[in-house]
DNA sequence: TATATATAGAGAATTAATTCTCGATATAAA
DNA sequence: TTTATATCGAGAATTAATTCTCTATATATA
């Protein structure tokens, strides 16, 4: 989906496969309950049983946060959980504004555990006047005018937009104009940003149409077959 | 993510690649805008220009949902956005019950362009006797104990998770309970149901995973090499 | 009418991601 | 102490996904 840069731009900096990276979490999670029961080391066949993963697959990901193992005991769980929060960024706070504080954003806004993967969301930020000084979840809703230059005087560089589609890319220019870094985009638009911004797309259609064809695909067959096993 | 099954399930129904089906919206979302503008044909080059995509990429995709092309000319948009409907299952109304009326499932309540999915949402659910009664984008909220029951009753098969973590299990049984066929699960925690139930998992951790990791890396070279190029 | 060109379609080549195989090793059991 | 076994780690093999190459063809232009 965001597959790096397009014809144009080299992929300078080398980072992780995204399938990998969208594994990491699930890891991170599990780790993180085990270790609450008094558990202190896991291996990757546990790992993948518990989550439907290859354990070979588990352990090529492990590899990649540079922790290592011990043959016939597996990975220490608190050295795992630190290797993952390092390897993700995890470890230390990343400072976002808000744009858009409908319900979505509201949601995020309270989103549980964000702060656990170092996520604070500062302000919030909209075009009506009427969601304004109101405080979500102990974030002020400040009016998007005020935006560029909050941004640049707090030195904040992460961006997420959770305003209909038709205003992302309004949205993500007052971002740009900010200084903005990286951007998480929950608006069913494509937004267009300087090469050097990275963005990930989190449009609710792409996944809703791998559910719906799978769906579809399920229900023909069912039908055709008339329930066959 | 969502990779089909497991060790012990064989994988019945041969499915698009998910790589394919998260791109055929992205399509179709420019497809709709450019029919809106008068033009009646495209060509899998403008279409991978306007999105970064290479154009046999572009082309393959189309081929997967069965509409021909002619040299020269391109797709007739019209025939094209038919297809990808008919492919992904979008041209029939599927009706759905949403769990957990947080503000995020408020959020998907009033989700605009979902009906043009098919997707229609015709009931939320919840345990606060509180959030029962009321009336959020037209949707009636009832208490989460009519769930299974009504589900049976109106013979709906698909259902939308959006409580906390904690209590998305408890959800989830009471969806299969119900019948369901797909699970669409907001809720970032694994959840369990039998092996016939489609499940597609909404982490919004996983993708904070990839952007994390990617701004991380990005802040590391421009620190170290002091801002090459 | 003849020529140039953009593009579909087929299939080969390449690249990325996953899974398999095997040797080394740490622990537990005999 | 010896043997059995679970598991890491490395790398090969496989599979999936993407990109490239070439041919045929429909339209536009000369």
New interface residues.
């Given amino acids: ?2 597959r790096a840069v ?1 014809k144009t731009g080299r992929n ?2 080398i ?2 496969p ?2 990998t ?6 890891y ?2 599990l780790l993180k309950l085990l270790r609450e029961t008094g558990r202190t080391g896991i291996s990757c066949t546990t790992i993948g049983k518990e ?3 290859d354990p070979t697959q588990v352990r090529k990901d492990i590899e990649l946060t540079g922790t290592v193992g011990r043959p016939k005991v597996g990975y220490d769980i608190n050295e795992l959980i630190c290797a993952i929060e390092r ?4 470890d230390h706070t ?1 400072e976002a504004f808000l744009v858009g504080a ?3 954003g ?2 995020l806004l ?5 702060s656990e ?3 604070n969301i500062v302000a919030a930020f909209d075009v009506d006047p009427n969601k304004c000084q109101r405080v979500i979840h102990g974030k002020h809703v400040r009016h998007i005018s005020k935006l560029a230059g909050l941004m640049r005087r707090m030195r904040v ?2 961006g997420i937009i959770t305003v ?2 038709s205003e992302a890319q309004q949205a993500a220019d007052l971002l740009v104009e900010g200084g903005v ?2 951007i ?1 985009n929950f608006a ?3 937004i267009r940003v300087p090469e050097r911004v ?1 963005v ?1 797309n ?18 023909e ?1 069912s039908s055709s077959k008339g329930e066959s ?1």
């Fill in positions: 989906m965001d397009g300078i900096l980072v992780a995204e399938p990276l969208r594994r990491l979490p699930l991170y999670r989550l439907k993963f390897f993700l960024g995890w990343t409908g319900s979505l509201e949601a309270g989103y549980p555990g964000f993967c170092g996520l560089r992460f209909p589609a870094l990286a998480w069913p638009a494509k990275i990930t989190e449009d609710l259609y792409c996944s809703l149409a791998v559910l719906s064809q799978k769906m579809t695909r399920k229900l067959e096993k």
